[in-house]
Nanobody
Framework: QAQLVESGGGLVQPGGSLTLSCAAS????????MSWVRQAPGKGLEWVSD????????YYADSVKGRFTISRDNAKNTLYLQMNSVKPEDTAMYYC?????????????????WGQGTQVTVSS
């Protein structure tokens, strides 16, 4: 049974940085594309970023492009999201999700398993 556990969220000042992690287990991590998705208070889900099974292809939402970096360590079964130059509008619950195949997909809407999320709050 697939399990995804996010960590690394917290309170950060505007312009600051934060790194989220997602530990995967229960499935062959290195064969699946992975995603980060967020949900701001009172809003719907927003796809943030995708990475292919080997890490060679990545996609980003326009709202985070140039500020966030997705990466993975298949030896450690871990997905990362490096968040730089954060803004108050980045405040949200961040979820990692397993893709439905091995290829990264821009603006993905189909997901496999989800984690429980980690809260990121950007405020001074």
């Amino acid at each position: 049974q697939a399990q995804l556990v996010e960590s690394g969220g917290g309170l950060v000042q505007p312009g600051g940085s934060l790194t989220l992690s997602c530990a995967a287990s229960g499935f062959t991590f290195k064969t699946y594309a992975m995603s980060w998705v967020r949900q701001a208070p009172g809003k719907g889900l927003e796809w943030v970023s995708d990475i292919s099974f080997g890490g060679g292809t990545t996609y980003y939402a326009d709202s985070v492009k140039g500020r966030f970096t997705i990466s993975r360590d298949n030896a450690k079964n871990t997905l990362y999201l490096q968040m730089n130059s954060v803004k108050p509008e980045d405040t949200a619950m961040y979820y990692c999700a397993r893709g439905t195949g091995s290829l990264a997909t821009p603006d993905r809407t189909d997901f496999g398993s989800w984690g429980q999320g980690t809260q990121v709050t950007v405020s001074s």
